[in-house]
């Protein structure tokens, strides 16, 4: 599993990193991103979890 965050569409509300704070922390500018963007099988379901939460659908999951 791959993640990645849109950029143009993150508010930075912080919901993801609310989820799956391995993955996802909030950026200088105030934006979310992916601490790493290879996912552990034990992660994959908080990965998940966090891109249906995100309410701007700026995360970007690849199975």
């Known amino acids: 599993m791959k993640v990645k965050v ?3 569409a993150c508010i930075g509300c ?3 990193c609310a989820i799956a704070d391995s993955i996802f922390e909030i950026g200088d500018n105030g934006l979310s991103e992916v601490k790493k963007e290879e ?3 034990d992660e994959k379901q908080a990965v998940r979890d966090a891109a249906e939460a ?3 659908g700026a995360i970007e999951v690849e199975e």
């Open 14 to 16: 912080g919901a993801c």
């Open 6 to 8: 849109n950029e143009d």
């Open 54 to 56: 995100c309410p701007t």
């Open 39 to 41: 996912v552990q099988e």
